[in-house]
């Protein structure tokens, strides 16, 4: 479960508290139906100063480890793994994930492909037991670590 941007907007009329609640509540839910929820911090918004990626979501990124952490559920950080990948390829090849022209927060369908691979490996990576529900891809995975723009 991944949330963030739209919550972090002023007009969204959420607190980081009630963003942390909500995200206890969630995966609360999620427990009580027999699953494991794994919750992800916010993807990063592709918005450079200069060469490197503003960090724009920090507050929702350390809330929801801290819900994570508070409560024995898994987390992955594709905060920081997302925003390593858009350093590493460069405000020019990030664009080609925009949904639309100048949107550096929603994705296009290759972007969501590239960012869901990302978020798959960085899963299992942290817990291999959940491996057999992922579909390899080895070479955009190969691509995504190296740095590279897939």
Same mark, same amino acid.
Do not use: C
């Given at each position: ?12 009329g959420?607190t980081l ?20 929820? $794994? ?5 990063t ?6 060469s !490197?990626?503003?960090q ?17 559920? !898994?987390?992955?950080?594709?905060n920081i ?7 590493? $390829?460069g405000?020019?090849?990030?664009? !080609?994930?925009?949904l ?7 994705l296009?369908?290759w972007?969501g492909?590239?960012?869901?691979? $990302? ?6 990576? !942290?817990y ?5 529900a ?9 691509? $995504? ?6």
């Open positions: 479960m991944q949330f963030g941007h739209n919550d972090q907007k002023e007009t969204s959420v508290e009630q963003y942390k609640a909500n995200l206890k509540k969630f995966a609360d839910e999620v427990k009580s139906a027999g699953a494991t929820p $794994i919750l992800l911090t916010p993807l918004r592709r918005v450079f100063s200069g !490197k990626v503003v724009s979501l920090a507050e929702q990124r350390t809330a929801t480890i801290a819900v994570a952490e508070a409560n024995s559920v !898994k987390f992955a950080d594709l793994a997302s925003e390593n990948y858009v350093n590493a $390829i405000k020019t090849a990030a664009s !080609k994930y925009n639309a022209d100048g949107d550096w927060t929603h296009n369908e972007g492909a590239v960012f869901a691979r $990302i978020v798959s490996d960085i899963i299992v990576a !942290k291999p037991e959940v491996e057999f992922v579909k390899k891809n080895e070479t955009l995975s190969a691509f $995504i670590k190296a740095g590279k723009a897939a």
